[in-house]
Each structure stands twice: as structure tokens, then as C-alpha cells.
């Protein structure tokens, strides 16, 4: 196969793979598959994650969203094109003592094809694949700053490898990012170069190097139950074409039901228009594991669907094991009733209740105990997908004098965390009768974690069910 033919199959499958590589002209740049967004839910909502970057999918879109993370998390995701056209991604992230690190595999593979030569004579099969394996680290600082109290930094680096037939290219690339968190709550500033760093690639002639990006990025979560809101929306500067803007938008209800919708003006094989949805599975069956798809059209090769799978583990930051412990039982102390908040306290302690801040929040249930309208808020929490929220829910419950706050206590009893099993048992103080008692009887039966045997232990001794 000659020079001329590989060189107009490998532009071709990239062009038609990521609708992107048009924009830079055939031979200006090299590993243009790096352009194709990466992951369900980032791609549904259009690629705009520089400013809302979190969890694995932070070592690709900006590596400061690493600073974010409080669990070890995993992700996959995967798109088949068209003729054996796909693309698949892999990462995981582990929070460290300061910051955490991320590791990311992105894999575009073309299936074997047939070839033929200038004559239109069959000449065997061609197959090619573009890979670029991610090494990132993030983390959060804060300034003492009263209008940006936290920034985030990080950056990444990347291997690169192209094969196309008997030929193959490698090469490196380097990224860095910066996250502003104003004192607004919510908003979020993000600013990220792709490939401020890169190597040349010698592919066939003289080679190429990925091709530079500059992108900046703002975003804005609304939390509020049942429905929460983030907008994100980016304006990417690449070298080899013109800057565009990339947006998206998703809806979730009660933290499990994801509906999003994004826009991306990149390219001129695709629409720009893409959706998707996201669904967190009950922790009961299947822990912290959410299920995310998207959906994009193209006006010539039909449609392009998106799967994805991510998982969060068990939080491994925060206090030592014996804070931990400690923790649930100084749930059962005898406090204070607190005093009914004033409409506007409300609303911002809800503010607080929803926000990134575990401390915070923590502080906002035990303000709020007292109210009977918090008692909606402190359900809908025990019933979402993410252990803080959960965890946050229980404090706030073990505080209040609600006659309707030990049903919803003997609910959490069954929480798949078993910090919160024990944090909830204490919380009962007492309260709940003969029904906490046959709950508390029922569960400790099968109970493997001593921590919470004993807390259910303590609890029906309270209860006068021993």
C-alpha cells in the first residue's frame, strides 16, 4: 500500500470518527483522536467540563478537578462509530493525604479493512488504532481570600501511540489546569491548555505534534431538592482552527435521574447537538455505581450512541479511623433542641445543606434540625446515591425532636455504608419503640462490622430491647 493511500486512511478515520479532524487540515497536527470527547455524561453535555471537571474524567477535560476528589472512583465508557469504528476510555482516581492522582487510558481502534491499490486491485486488510495513556495529579488549596476562598491546580502528561498498517508513530503530550471557586456559592472559573508541552509524532514524512489548546470555562451548580441544575459552558482557542463554544446543561432529581442536553460548534461533520441521561443505581444492589449514556447525530454517518459505567468507592479522606469511630456515638450525646431558623437562615442553610462542603453541610442540618420542614430535606437526603448526603442527613435527624424522625432514623439502619448504620442506631437515643427494636434485633443477626454491632447493641439497650 502506497505512502498516499495510508496517509488519506488514516485522515479519513479520523475525520469520521471524531467530525473534527477536517478543522485542522490533513498533516497540520497529529493525534486528532485526542479531539473526540471522552466519557457518556461529558459528551452529553457537549465537552464543556474545563470549569466543572470531577472524578476520573478530570485527567483529560482539566486535571485541577482532581483536587475535588474525597473517593477513589473508576469509569468506563464506549462508542462504536460506523465499519468497525469505536472508541473506549478508562480511568481511575485515588484521593492522596494532599490532593489525588489519575490514570486514564483512551483507545480509538479502527477494525481491519479491506485495501486496494491505485489500480483498484485488492491488496489485503488495513487496521489501525490511536492510544494515549493519562498520569495526573491534582489539588486544592486555600487562599484566606474572602471573594476566592479555594483554587485548584493540575496538570497531567500523556503517552501517545498511532498505528496505522506497518507503520506507527509515539510521542508525548502535557497538560495543566486551573480551577477558580469564588465565594459565589456554586460557581466555578476554569482555565486549561492541552498540550502545552507535546513531542512530534513521525508518522510518515516529517511528522507532526498534537496540536496546542487553549480553553476557558465557567460553571454553575444550583442545588435544590428535588431537582438540581448545573450549566457549563466553554470557549476553546486551538491552534490549528478557530475557536468555538461548547455548553451543556443537566437537570438531576434527587441526586439519581440525570437528564442533560450540551452544544458544541466544533467540527462540521457533526450537528453540534448532543443528549443524555445518567442513572444512579440504588446503593442497596449496587453501591455508588451510575450508569451514563449520550446521544449525538451526524449528517452523513447516522447516529453515535454513548455508554458509560462508574463506580465510587468508599470515601477514604477525612478523619483517622478512631475520629470515625468516635464520631456516631457523640451523635447520641444530649443536645439541644435547636431553636426554629427565620425564613432567609433557612434558605441559606438549604444552600449550605446542598453544597461541596462536608463540614458545612454537616453544620447546616444541625442549625435546621429544629425546623419541621427540614424533615423533607434530611428524607430526600438518606434517599440519594451519596454516602455525604446520607451521613449529613443522620446528624441532622439524631438532633431533631420531630415525632417523624425515628422512621425515618430506622430507614438508615439498612444504609449499605456502615458508618452510617452506626450513626443512625445512636441517633435513636432511645426513640422509636418496639419498632427500632425489631429492626435493630433483625439487622444485628446479620451484621458483620463490629463497630456497628456494637452501636446496635447500645441502641437497644436504649430501646429496652435487651
Same mark, same amino acid.
Given at each position: 500500500m502506497s505512502i498516499t493511500m495510508r496517509g488519506l486512511l488514516l485522515t479519513a478515520a479520523c475525520a469520521l470518527a471524531?467530525?473534527?479532524?477536517?478543522?485542522? /487540515?490533513? /498533516?497540520?497536527?497529529?493525534?486528532?483522536?485526542?479531539?473526540?470527547?471522552? /466519557?457518556?455524561? =461529558?459528551?452529553?453535555?457537549?465537552?464543556?467540563?474545563?470549569?466543572?471537571?470531577?472524578?476520573?474524567?478530570?485527567?483529560?477535560?482539566?486535571? &485541577?478537578?482532581?483536587?475535588?476528589?474525597?473517593?477513589? !472512583?473508576?469509569?468506563?465508557?464506549?462508542?462504536?462509530?460506523?465499519?468497525?469504528?469505536?472508541?473506549?476510555?478508562?480511568? &481511575?482516581?485515588y484521593p492522596l493525604k494532599y490532593g489525588a492522582l489519575g490514570l486514564g487510558l483512551n483507545y480509538f481502534n479502527v477494525k481491519a479493512f479491506p485495501a486496494y491499490d491505485g489500480a483498484g486491485a485488492g491488496i489485503g486488510s488495513v487496521s489501525a488504532y490511536d492510544a494515549a495513556a493519562y498520569l495526573g495529579y491534582g489539588a486544592g488549596l486555600r487562599t484566606g481570600l474572602g471573594f476566592l476562598p479555594d483554587i485548584r491546580l493540575g496538570a497531567a502528561v500523556k503517552y501517545i501511540r498511532s498505528r496505522l498498517d506497518d507503520?506507527?508513530?509515539?510521542?508525548?503530550?502535557?497538560?495543566?489546569?486551573?480551577?477558580?471557586?469564588?465565594?459565589?456559592?456554586?460557581?466555578?472559573?476554569?482555565?486549561?491548555? =492541552?498540550?502545552?508541552?507535546?513531542?512530534?509524532? =513521525?508518522?510518515?514524512?516529517?511528522?507532526? *505534534?498534537p496540536a496546542r489548546k487553549v480553553k476557558a470555562g465557567a460553571a454553575y451548580l444550583l442545588r435544590r431538592l428535588p431537582i438540581s441544575a448545573l450549566l457549563t459552558a466553554d470557549f476553546n482557542f486551538p491552534e490549528d482552527g478557530g475557536s468555538y463554544l461548547s455548553a451543556g446543561i443537566e437537570n438531576t432529581l434527587y441526586g439519581a435521574l440525570a437528564? *442533560?442536553?450540551?452544544?458544541?460548534?466544533?467540527?462540521?461533520?457533526?450537528?453540534?447537538?448532543?443528549?443524555?441521561?445518567?442513572? &444512579?443505581?440504588? *446503593?442497596?444492589?449496587? /453501591?455508588?455505581?451510575?450508569?451514563?449514556?449520550?446521544?449525538?447525530?451526524?449528517?452523513?454517518?447516522?447516529?453515535?450512541?454513548?455508554f458509560g459505567l462508574s463506580y465510587r468507592f468508599a470515601r477514604v479522606s477525612g478523619p483517622a479511623p478512631a475520629q470515625a469511630e468516635a464520631a456516631p456515638a457523640a451523635a447520641s450525646a444530649p443536645a439541644p433542641v435547636p431553636e426554629p431558623a427565620e425564613p432567609r437562615d433557612f434558605n441559606l442553610s438549604l444552600e449550605a445543606l446542598y453544597g461541596p462542603d462536608p463540614a458545612a453541610a454537616m453544620a447546616a442540618a444541625e442549625a435546621i434540625a429544629g425546623e419541621p420542614r427540614a424533615l423533607e430535606h434530611f428524607s430526600a437526603l438518606l434517599s440519594s446515591g451519596k454516602t455525604e448526603w446520607r451521613r449529613t442527613a443522620v446528624a441532622g435527624l439524631a438532633r431533631s425532636r420531630d415525632p417523624r424522625a425515628p422512621a425515618e432514623l430506622i430507614k438508615a439502619l439498612g444504609d449499605p455504608e456502615p !458508618?452510617? *448504620?452506626?450513626?443512625?442506631?445512636?441517633?435513636?437515643?432511645?426513640r422509636g419503640g418496639a419498632a427500632a427494636a425489631e429492626r435493630l434485633q433483625e439487622l444485628l443477626r446479620s451484621e458483620e462490622s463490629e463497630t456497628v454491632k456494637n452501636a446496635f447493641m447500645e441502641a437497644l439497650g436504649k430501646a429496652g430491647g435487651l
Open positions: 471524531a467530525g473534527s479532524s477536517a478543522a485542522a /487540515g490533513p /498533516g497540520t497536527t497529529a493525534a486528532n483522536f485526542l479531539k473526540i470527547p471522552v /466519557g457518556a455524561r =461529558e459528551t452529553a453535555l457537549g465537552g464543556a467540563m474545563t470549569a466543572a471537571a470531577a472524578g476520573p474524567g478530570a485527567v483529560f477535560y482539566n486535571p &485541577a478537578g482532581l483536587g475535588s476528589l474525597t473517593a477513589p !472512583e473508576v469509569s468506563y465508557s464506549y462508542n462504536n462509530y460506523f465499519s468497525g469504528l469505536s472508541q473506549q476510555w478508562l480511568a &481511575a482516581a507503520a506507527s508513530a509515539s510521542g508525548y503530550g502535557a497538560d495543566a489546569g486551573l480551577v477558580l471557586l469564588p465565594a459565589l456559592r456554586g460557581l466555578s472559573l476554569g482555565l486549561g491548555v =492541552e498540550n502545552l508541552l507535546g513531542s512530534r509524532m =513521525e508518522y510518515i514524512d516529517a511528522g507532526a *505534534r437528564l *442533560r442536553a450540551g452544544y458544541t460548534a466544533f467540527g462540521d461533520v457533526s450537528n453540534g447537538l448532543s443528549f443524555g441521561l445518567g442513572l &444512579a443505581l440504588p *446503593r442497596r444492589y449496587a /453501591g455508588d455505581m451510575t450508569l451514563d449514556y449520550s446521544y449525538g447525530s451526524t449528517y452523513d454517518l447516522g447516529n453515535v450512541h454513548k !458508618e452510617v *448504620r452506626a450513626a443512625a442506631a445512636l441517633a435513636l437515643d432511645g
